[in-house]
């Protein structure tokens, strides 16, 4: 499709392209003909898909399993994660409290005066 819009674009640039006008003025009528005439043209001989990404011959492994979960194995372990998310936000808290409380017990140290 887009070798059909630009080849078929009217007031091309004489480049091909320009950064402000692109390649054209899209004319959606001769893209459609254009469009048309290539999908009527044989493809170009090159490789094949089964050349390509390989046939299933024998020894060749075949499509990957899917594999089913327990529900009730990743019920328990969300659980479990969500239990032990809560204590380290619990340890978390404790221990900042415990830093804050140590902080707010300590007198300030005396200031002396010194004679010179």
Excluded: C, D, W
């Excluded at 640039?13 to 402000?20: D, I, R, V």
């Excluded at 006008?21 to 044989?42: D, I, M, P």
């Excluded at 020894?59 to 994660?81: D, M, N, Q, T």
Aim: proline share 8%; no cysteine.
């Amino acid at each position: 499709m887009t070798q059909a819009l630009v080849s078929s674009a009217r007031h091309r640039p004489p480049a091909g392209y320009s950064p402000s006008t692109g390649f054209g003025e899209v004319n959606a009528g001769a893209a459609l003909a254009a469009a048309g005439r290539l999908a009527a043209q044989r493809p170009e001989a090159g490789l094949s898909a089964s050349a390509h990404f390989g046939s299933r011959g024998a020894g060749e492994p075949g499509p990957i399993p899917v594999v089913h979960r327990s529900y009730r194995k990743i019920v328990a372990l969300g659980v479990l994660a969500g239990v032990a998310a809560l204590g380290f936000l619990l340890a978390l808290t404790l221990l900042v409290a415990h830093v804050l409380r140590g902080r707010s017990r300590r007198a300030p140290e005396p200031v002396t005066e010194t004679s010179s």
